[in-house]
């Protein structure tokens, strides 16, 4: 069921319980801002998901309450897993699911890295 993206942040939702090591992952990158896993059920060759150690329930409430530090930390970590991934030359796509329309399900602030195929244009024509 898609969530609401102005819904306060539950601890409980899967990537947090991820993130504090309650819940397996395959871990792909970790630093002070970012935690990066294999996405469970991938859509692509590759299907990364990165999340920010702080509770934020979205793009819009990470946008609005993250201080500037983690904001770049965070930005900046999604580009070193593309790069130390290889991807950068083949190319990769940027998800960020925020709210009820785009289907978001996790209410974790996360971006989905997918890549390893020819994806096509974003929304078919
Ligand atoms: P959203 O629709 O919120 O942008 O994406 C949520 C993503 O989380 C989906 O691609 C889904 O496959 C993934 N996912 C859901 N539950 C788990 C889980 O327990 N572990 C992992 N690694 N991924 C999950």
Redesign the pocket.
């Given at each position: 069921m898609?969530?609401d993206a102005t819904q306060p942040y539950d601890d409980q939702n899967?990537f947090a319980r991820?993130l504090r090591g309650e819940?397996p992952?395959?871990k792909v990158y970790e630093d002070e801002w970012a935690f990066a896993?294999?996405?469970?059920?991938p859509?692509a060759p590759v299907?990364i998901?990165v999340v920010p150690r702080g509770p934020y329930v979205s793009w819009d409430d990470f946008t609005e309450k993250a201080g500037d530090a983690e904001i770049s930390g965070f930005i900046r970590a999604v580009g070193k897993i593309a790069r130390d991934q290889g991807l950068v030359a083949p190319g990769y796509r940027l998800?960020a699911?925020t709210g009820f329309h785009?289907?978001?399900?996790?209410p974790h602030f996360?971006v989905?890295i997918c890549a390893g195929k020819q994806m096509g244009r974003m929304i078919p024509e």
């Open positions: 898609p969530v899967i991820i819940l992952c395959t896993f294999n996405d469970i059920n859509q299907h998901l998800i699911n785009s289907h978001q399900e996790i996360h989905h």
